[in-house]
């Protein structure tokens, strides 16, 4: 159990094609990621809640969604973003999943897929909902980089 903790998190530090470590508290966000060197931030409220938009080029999307704790768990959070995924028409398949998250398939015809990722942190008072950016087509690939760029 020691070994696979320590070679998850030895894994969740290096350096994915290029890219590095940040703590993204100078944003008011207490979340450290792996990102591209070039990354922008933007930060929006939508009423209880904020958003935090990382971009970092046509490889990288980060959304962070931010809000009060509403008393769930990790794994209460994580069932109900599942849902709410699985329930959306051009869901496939789930192709990657652990306690905090999941990576996901949607199929826009034969050979037009997109993929994305949920990936939710509790801290303090308040939840964190991590996932692709809104808007965006990500290949495999780079859905599950972004979603092994969070750092726990």
């Given at each position: 159990?020691?070994?696979?903790?320590?070679?998850?998190?030895?894994?969740?530090?290096?350096?994915?094609?290029?890219?590095?470590?940040?703590?993204?508290?100078?944003?008011?966000?207490?979340?450290?990621?792996?990102?591209?060197?070039?990354?922008?931030?933007?930060?929006?409220?939508?009423?209880?809640?904020?958003?935090?938009?990382?971009?970092?080029?046509?490889?990288?999307?980060?959304?962070?969604?931010?809000?009060?704790?509403?008393?769930?768990?990790?794994?209460?959070?994580?069932?109900?973003?599942?849902?709410?995924?699985?329930?959306?028409?051009?869901f496939h398949e789930i192709v990657h999943e652990q306690e905090d998250g999941f990576v996901y398939e949607f199929k826009f015809g034969p050979e037009r897929s997109n993929f994305g990722f949920r990936r939710v942190k509790l801290q303090g008072d308040y939840e964190y909902v991590i996932q692709n950016a809104m808007g965006r087509i990500f290949d495999k690939e780079q859905a599950m980089n972004m979603f092994e760029a969070v750092i726990p």
């Open positions: 159990m020691v070994v696979s903790a320590l070679i998850f998190f030895s894994c969740a530090s290096d350096p994915i094609d290029g890219w590095s470590e940040k703590d993204l508290m100078q944003h008011g966000l207490p979340i450290r990621m792996l990102v591209p060197d070039d990354v922008t931030v933007k930060k929006s409220e939508l009423g209880l809640q904020q958003d935090f938009t990382i971009d970092g080029g046509d490889d990288y999307g980060v959304q962070v969604f931010v809000a009060e704790r509403s008393g769930g768990s990790v794994a209460n959070i994580v069932a109900e973003l599942r849902t709410s995924i699985e329930n959306n028409s051009a």
